[in-house]
T-cell receptor
């Protein structure tokens, strides 16, 4: 079946350092979504990427969708303590009705 | 304004005692999902309703059932909770046109404790 993988599983950074998480799908995706889940909270939608090679930015966050539409990355510049949480990527399954979540990357930011 | 509401936020039940979790939405989305999320894991899809059509995941135990009486409400029934069912249960909604689904909006979740 379709698999969505993410690396790294955990990342500890010093405040001000950059952070990147990578997402890889076993199949080509029509789109990919990123969610952030704060400790004790629920997943919150960040962004959706649809086009091959697409790059979107949200302040310090940069999202990329690979040319083959099988991988994606989220890069945070100059992390802050408010960036702490788990970042999930999710892609539609083969039928397009459900989303398959990656295992997530847990980010810790040390002040 | 809350868009996806889950009640209760915390639920404690006894081993084997049936429990019902509820979800309501004000988004008028036609797709509603139930996920189970255990500590440090990704949300695991249990089932979803595409309009009135119920879709069960292959590995969802029979112990878990769902009802969707109308567009706005969806219920998760756990017939005989076991210790392994203790988890956060997340409801999500999305809008789907012609099969492809849009962004999912998650509720705050119900944390279930089984004693």
């Amino acid at each position: 079946g379709q698999q969505v993988m993410q690396i790294p599983q955990y990342q500890h950074v010093q405040e001000g350092e950059d952070f990147t998480t990578y997402c890889n799908s076993s199949t080509t995706l029509s789109n990919i979504q990123w969610y952030k889940q704060r400790p004790g909270g629920h997943p919150v939608f960040l962004i959706q990427l649809v086009k091959s090679g697409e790059v979107k930015k949200q302040k310090r966050l940069t999202f990329q969708f690979g040319e083959a539409k099988k991988n994606s990355s989220l890069h945070i510049t100059a992390t802050q303590t408010t960036d702490v949480g788990t970042y999930f990527c999710a892609g539609p399954d083969n039928y397009g009705q459900n989303f398959v979540f990656g295992p997530g990357t847990r980010l810790s930011v040390l002040p | 304004d809350a868009m996806v509401i889950q009640n209760p936020r915390y639920q404690v039940t006894q081993f084997g005692k049936p429990v019902t979790l509820s979800c309501s939405q004000t988004l008028n989305h036609n797709v509603m999902y139930w996920y189970q999320q255990k500590s440090s894991q990704a949300p695991k899809l249990l089932f979803h309703y595409y309009d009135k059509d119920f879709n069960n995941e292959a590995d969802t135990p029979d112990n878990f059932q769902s009802r969707r009486p109308n567009t706005s409400f969806c219920f998760l029934d756990i017939r005989s909770p076991g210790l392994g069912d203790a988890a956060m249960y997340l409801c999500a909604t999305s809008r789907a046109d012609s099969g492809e689904t849009d962004t999912q909006y998650f509720g705050p979740g119900t944390r279930l404790t089984v004693l």
